[in-house]
């Protein structure tokens, strides 16, 4: 039995992998796939794959490019979710803000610094023609703490999916002011070079298994009732959210991985670019 590592955010993205891990299917391939939540998101999944604590990372996509830019530990090998990520813009539910504009060089709450969270503070401040360079940051670690930084006054904004804040937003904690979507698939599968290098026949295997849950995964009988219950969602968001969600079985291509590096760029977040091919790879 082969023990693999594997990293992800807790939410309803990832189920197709934990439906896979409990239904044996990794099991039966001689594969012991352990799953660990990391609710802290793509900074500390980066850290983990830089520390040898896994060895693959379901991880936004332009998270990881940017964190390979520095440091070549890993290599893409699939996107996981071709759709855009919807980021919902988040103030306290007792705030008087209630636009994006009221929150011009304001204090964004982020989970660390290298995280979906800050790098997407950065894309939303260019959207709205904002100076990126004057967003004040507060390292939060996760969703609690991001509730804790508004109640003490630390933070004005915060950032995150916008299904998994919803019942947030639901119950009054949170005010939705608005969204802001990835402009390229959100998910991508990242696996440590070193252990890619003695077990790719693995992630072939891996990458088939999973592949097979996510082509059919939407049509699964009662699959928004299941979603709905796991993640404590109401069933109808969680309809809203699987119309726009879609799962990929195929690679990072060379046009989309430069829209991202780009913007990368432009927005002073990466000091230099590095060729698709040392960050990218097909098994």
């Known amino acids: 039995m082969k023990e693999v590592k594997?990293?992800?955010?807790?939410?309803?993205?990832?189920?197709?992998?934990?439906?896979?891990?409990?239904?044996?299917?990794?099991?039966?391939?001689?594969?012991?796939?352990?799953?660990?939540?990391v609710p802290e998101g793509t900074g500390k999944m980066c850290q983990m794959l830089r520390a040898n604590?896994?060895?693959?990372?379901?991880?936004?996509?332009?998270?990881?490019?940017?964190d390979l830019n520095e440091n070549q530990h890993s290599s893409i090998i699939q996107i996981f979710v071709k759709s855009p990520l919807i980021w919902g813009i988040?103030?306290?539910?007792?705030?008087?803000?209630?636009?994006?504009?009221?929150?011009?060089?304001?204090?964004?709450?982020?989970?660390r610094m290298g995280s979906g969270s800050h790098l997407m503070s950065i894309v939303?401040?260019?959207?709205?023609?904002w100076n990126t360079n004057n967003i004040p940051f507060e390292v939060v670690n996760?969703?609690?703490?991001?509730?804790?930084?508004?109640?003490?006054?630390?933070?004005?904004?915060?950032?995150?999916?916008?299904?998994?804040?919803?019942?947030?937003?639901?119950?009054?904690?949170?005010?939705r002011?608005?969204?802001?979507?990835?402009?390229?698939?959100?998910?991508?599968?990242?696996?440590?070079?070193?252990?890619?290098?003695?077990?790719?026949?693995?992630m072939a295997l891996i990458l088939e298994i999973i592949n097979a849950t996510t082509e059919e995964f939407k049509y699964i009988p009662s699959i928004?009732?299941?979603?709905?219950?796991r993640y404590h969602q109401k069933l109808e968001d969680i309809q809203q959210w699987l119309q726009q969600t879609q799962w990929s079985q195929k690679n990072l291509d060379e046009k989309t991985y430069q829209i991202v590096q780009n913007k990368l760029f432009d927005l002073a977040i990466i000091s230099n670019k590095v060729a698709f091919n040392q960050l990218v790879k097909n098994l």
């Open 142 to 175: 996760n969703l609690d703490g991001a509730v804790a930084s508004f109640s003490e006054g630390k933070s004005d904004y915060f950032m995150w999916e916008k299904y998994t804040t919803k019942p947030l937003v639901d119950n009054g904690t949170f005010k």
């Open 177 to 202: 002011v608005g969204e802001c979507p990835t402009p390229w698939p959100c998910f991508v599968i990242a696996v440590r070079n070193e252990f890619l290098a003695e077990n790719e026949s693995v």
């Open 224 to 229: 928004d009732r299941t979603l709905a219950t």
């Open 90 to 111: 988040h103030v306290d539910g007792k705030a008087e803000y209630n636009s994006v504009a009221d929150l011009e060089n304001k204090v964004s709450a982020i989970s």
């Open 6 to 37: 594997i990293v992800g955010v807790p939410e309803h993205f990832n189920l197709p992998w934990h439906m896979c891990i409990e239904n044996g299917e990794f099991h039966e391939a001689g594969i012991d796939l352990q799953w660990t939540d």
């Open 53 to 66: 604590e896994t060895d693959i990372a379901i991880i936004l996509t332009e998270g990881i490019i940017k």
């Open 124 to 129: 939303n401040a260019e959207k709205n023609n």
